[in-house]
């Protein structure tokens, strides 16, 4: 890398750190938009060299002060801000040591927005207590009660509700639960492990591994009455399956029951669900 970037090459750099970036897929896909809009448009044509830690400092006082149109005409925040050094740091590593380009990065030394600002215009998010959470619920556990409802076994009325059930008995996220597996849940000791996220690419998603590194997959431990909540789930899905037939998919998930209730409709509808009378902040 640093035998490709003379000392006196505008910052190209940045493209061939990104394209031999060793991290995912949906990594990079968020690290290009952040070079594309807010890098290249203000240092891209700076020699490597000329790379100072004043010069970044004046980059990042800029983003926090000017209103970007790909941003709602708004400033970006000082998390975003923050984001964006995080990639020029790495990629000005690349190209810093003995014999390349630089012999120390200026990133380091450079004032990008701390972890107490960045706390500090975090929004205070609502969330639910005990009560509110059982109420919330117990809300989404009632059949609709329409004439095809068969108390959810097929009905698509209670067709969330053990997704929205594992989101609060376990906290895991939402990337998380949909990427349970029947494979992975151990009913008899009530344990689940976690080895896949659904993530979104695009304006598709797809199945990938949780760890990236080879470590063994995470297991949390449930209590019998979400098990409970997931055997109902696995007779609702075999009640699916021979309703539909050819047209069944088996994603072998909990969270998906079937073609038309695939990963994209459930994160959509956790998206958009409807909160009942006092638990209009609940989120997934």
Same mark, same amino acid.
């Given at each position: ?105 200026? #990133? ?39 004439? #095809? ?116 409709? #459930? ?18």
């Amino acid at each position: 890398m640093s035998r490709s970037v003379s000392p006196g090459a505008p910052l190209k750099l940045l493209d061939g750190w990104l394209a031999k970036h060793p991290g995912e897929d949906t990594t990079k896909e968020g690290y290009e938009p952040k070079i594309r809009l807010h890098i290249k448009p203000h240092i891209g044509k700076v020699k490597v060299v000329e790379v100072t830690d004043e010069r970044l400092d004046e980059l990042y006082r800029l983003l926090e002060a000017t209103p970007i149109e790909a941003n709602g005409n708004k400033p970006l925040g000082p998390k975003r801000v923050r984001h964006i050094h995080n990639i020029v740091s790495a990629a000005l590593d690349s190209v810093t040591g003995p014999r390349k380009i630089l012999t120390v990065n200026p #990133a380091h030394t450079a004032n990008p927005p701390t972890e107490r600002q960045i706390k500090a215009a975090q929004p205070d998010f609502p969330t639910l207590n005990d009560h509110e959470t059982g109420r919330f619920l117990a809300e989404i556990w009632k059949p609709c009660g329409n004439r #095809a409802c068969d108390q959810g076994l097929t009905h698509h009325c209670l067709r969330d509700t053990p997704l929205w059930t594992s989101y609060a008995a376990t906290s895991c996220r939402r990337s998380e639960v949909l990427g349970w597996k029947w494979s992975l849940i151990h009913w008899d000791e009530c344990a689940i492990e976690l080895a896949w996220v659904v993530v979104e690419e695009g304006n598709t998603y797809r199945l990938r591994k949780l760890t990236k590194d080879g470590d063994d997959n995470a297991i949390i431990y449930v209590d019998q009455a979400l098990m409970n909540v997931l055997k109902w789930q696995e007779e609702r899905q075999g009640a699916e399956r021979e309703r539909l037939g050819n047209h069944w998919v088996d994603s072998c998930s909990p969270a998906t029951a079937s073609s038309r209730t695939g990963a994209r409709q #459930a994160v959509r509808r956790t998206r958009r669900r409807c909160r009942p009378a006092g638990a209009r902040h609940a989120t997934p």
